[in-house]
T-cell receptor
Framework: AQTVTQSQPEMSVQEAETVTLSCTYD???????LFWYKQPPSRQMILVIR??????QNATENRFSVNFQKAAKSFSLKISDSQLGDTAMYFCAFLDSGAGSYQLTFGKGTKLSVIP | ETGVTQTPRHLVMGMTNKKSLKCEQH?????MYWYKQSAKKPLELMFVYSLEERVENNSVPSRFSPECPNSSHLFLHLHTLQPEDSALYLCASSPSSYNSPLHFGNGTRLTVT
């Protein structure tokens, strides 16, 4: 069974600064997907970024980028130029890429506060 | 417009009540999901439907009964719940039932008294 660990329950960052959220996972699979979701106070979970394990290049989406270390089973999220709207819970998630795999395994989340 | 709409937004019910949660997706997706989000716990997958057929039931108690009449609508019928069932219930959809990112609704905050 896969597990996802987010070791930082809460973090804060000054507006316009950079912050990194950590995520590690445990799996015996070689092919899989990793995701970061954001859940603001509105409660809707929003996909921030996605990484395929077979791709060596780290995914980027505007101010969001990941540091994917497959051997270390690490998948951290870097938020650059933090904005007040980035305040939210951030969840790391794992998905096995095998056929019939539909169960995302989530971490417990990191609460990020962006301070003006 | 999130693409996935959940109603009601909040629900308070007694342990002997019967209520239903509704989810509707406007994205043309083929798979729909129910997740339970409790404080300080990872999201728990409850049910998955693919093309209106249930493909996963993660050992959820029978007091939770899902219904998927078509690919756009998903219900969660609640009956004789317990206080520990109080949580945020999230509906999600995806283009297919595997390897696809999920699109979530805003959730229903359920309180069982």
């Amino acid at each position: 069974a896969q597990t996802v660990t987010q070791s930082q329950p809460e973090m804060s960052v000054q507006e316009a600064e950079t912050v990194t959220l950590s995520c590690t996972y445990d799996t015996s699979e070689n092919n899989y997907y990793l995701f970061w979701y954001k859940q603001p106070p509105s409660r809707q979970m929003i996909l921030v970024i996605r990484q395929e394990a077979y791709k060596q290049q780290n995914a980027t989406e505007n101010r969001f980028s990941v540091n994917f270390q497959k051997a270390a089973k690490s998948f951290s999220l870097k938020i650059s130029d933090s904005q007040l709207g980035d305040t939210a819970m951030y969840f790391c998630a794992f998905l096995d890429s095998g056929a019939g795999s539909y169960q995302l395994t989530f971490g417990k989340g990191t609460k990020l506060s962006v301070i003006p | 417009e999130t693409g996935v709409t959940q109603t009601p937004r909040h629900l308070v019910m007694g342990m002997t009540n019967k209520k239903s949660l509704k989810c509707e997706q406007h994205l043309g997706h083929n798979a729909m999901y129910w997740y339970k989000q409790s404080a300080k716990k990872p999201l728990e997958l409850m049910f998955v439907y693919s093309l209106e057929e249930r493909v996963e039931n993660n050992s959820v108690p029978s007091r939770f009964s899902p219904e998927c009449p078509n690919s756009s609508h998903l219900f969660l019928h609640l009956h004789t719940l317990q206080p520990e069932d109080s949580a945020l219930y999230l509906c999600a959809s995806s283009p297919s039932s595997y390897n696809s990112p999920l699109h979530f609704g805003n959730g229903t905050r359920l309180t069982v008294t």
